[in-house]
């Protein structure tokens, strides 16, 4: 079976081939298209999903992640394209100095299309805490801030952490057991 992944992220795309990569064909739908406006991540994934099958008219798939910090009252959460583009991680510190609960969630939906209007929502989290400083250079977006619970490295200073934890993971290991891509 073939299926596209519809994203503008080629850090994503490279994540999802990796898992994915012996179990089916993925080929990448280079995909700009203006993301529904809500703090619900399952409702924008939806939206787009639907949006990159009437792009292709074939079995597609795209996935929405969001940073969600306890302190921050839930921020950057479904702004974290947004965030990560005006103030990026050392923004994400400046209003994180001085916060003791560094909690934080990395949360993942997929939403997959294999024919009109019938869309299949798949979901991964991943708890953490934000570090005091960016560290590591591997991975992408906000990797050098997030430290995994029970780890001591953040995603960026070890990509095999990442790949064992992550939300975009744990998403992916939803989607492929479901037999969705089976068919
Ligand atoms: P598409 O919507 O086109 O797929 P995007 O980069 O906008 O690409 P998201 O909305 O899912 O992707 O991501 C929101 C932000 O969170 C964005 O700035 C990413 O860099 C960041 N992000 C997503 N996944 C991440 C991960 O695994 N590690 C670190 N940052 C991540």
Redesign the pocket.
């Given at each position: 079976m073939e299926i596209f992944f519809a994203?503008?992220?080629k850090?994503?795309f490279k994540?999802a081939l990796h898992f994915l990569k012996d179990k089916v064909t993925v080929k990448h739908l280079p995909?700009?298209y203006v993301?529904l406006r809500s703090e619900n991540i399952e409702e924008i994934a939806r939206d787009?999903a639907l949006a990159a099958y009437k792009r292709c008219r074939e079995p597609v798939f795209?996935?929405?992640?969001?940073?969600i910090i306890d302190a921050l009252k839930g921020f950057p959460g479904t702004y974290?394209?947004w965030a990560?583009?005006k103030i990026g991680n050392e923004g994400i510190l400046k209003l994180m100095e001085g916060v003791r609960d560094r909690k934080a969630t990395?949360e993942t939906r997929i939403a997959f299309v294999r024919r009109k209007e019938e869309v299949h929502i798949f979901r991964g989290s991943c708890e953490g805490t934000i570090a005091i400083e960016a560290r590591g250079t591997e991975?992408?977006?906000?990797?050098p801030i997030?430290i995994p619970a029970g780890e001591h490295q953040t995603?960026a200073e070890s990509i095999e952490l990442?790949n064992k934890l992550?939300?975009?993971y744990k998403a992916l290991l939803e989607f492929y057991k479901s037999q969705s891509l089976r068919l």
């Open positions: 994203t503008s992220n850090d994503k994540e995909f700009d993301e787009a795209v996935e929405d992640s969001a940073l974290s394209s990560f583009r990395f991975g992408f977006g906000y990797d997030f995603f990442k992550s939300h975009r």
